[in-house]
């Protein structure tokens, strides 16, 4: 297998493994419809709601027919400000700050792992040169002869 295909190999086989860890990192599912606040308060008013899935100011609603609505509350709000109680529905607060070690390690080992391929890349390329830069203005050796005939300048023919 000659350098470039092995170098095509190795390119193709760094782009299905970040197609893998892309496709691990992305959530499977339908996305819920967006919504807006009233919509899922009315829908808590007429008992429609299952189930209510609260993420920092995301508010996500599942519905007794299987679907999903997700709006966003103010900030400085809570859910009992627009009527919505634990008594009505079930609520679930899931941890905004709560952050996922998938992120963290790839921001910190994929750079190191690109960079260090580069270099890997880079490196194996410039391997040929590095032997014929370093011996730059070194003479060869020469076999002496006791014996032999000097070839002396004067002793060469004219041009």
């Excluded at 086989?13 to 691990?24: D, F, G, H, N, Q």
């Excluded at 370093?134 to 000097?150: D, E, I, M, Y």
């Amino acid at each position: 297998m000659n350098k470039l295909t092995r170098n095509i190999f190795y390119v193709v086989a760094m782009a299905v493994v970040a197609l893998i860890i892309w496709s691990l990192l992305t959530p499977v599912g339908s996305k819920p419809q967006s919504t807006d606040i009233s919509q899922i308060v009315q829908q808590v008013q007429d008992n429609n709601v299952n189930q209510i899935d609260l993420n920092g100011d995301q508010v996500t609603a599942k519905l007794k027919n299987g679907q999903d609505l997700q709006a966003y509350k103010e900030p400085n709000s809570t859910l009992k400000d627009y009527g919505i109680t634990p008594d009505k529905v079930p609520i679930d607060i899931t941890n905004p700050n709560k952050g996922s070690v998938w992120p963290t390690l790839l921001t910190i080992f994929l750079p190191v792992i690109l960079i260090g391929g580069f270099l890997y890349f880079m490196l194996r390329q410039a391997q040929g040169g590095n032997n014929k830069a370093l011996s730059f203005g070194q003479s060869r050796a020469r076999l002496f002869t006791p014996g032999a005939k000097k070839q002396l300048f004067k002793t060469l023919p004219e041009c």
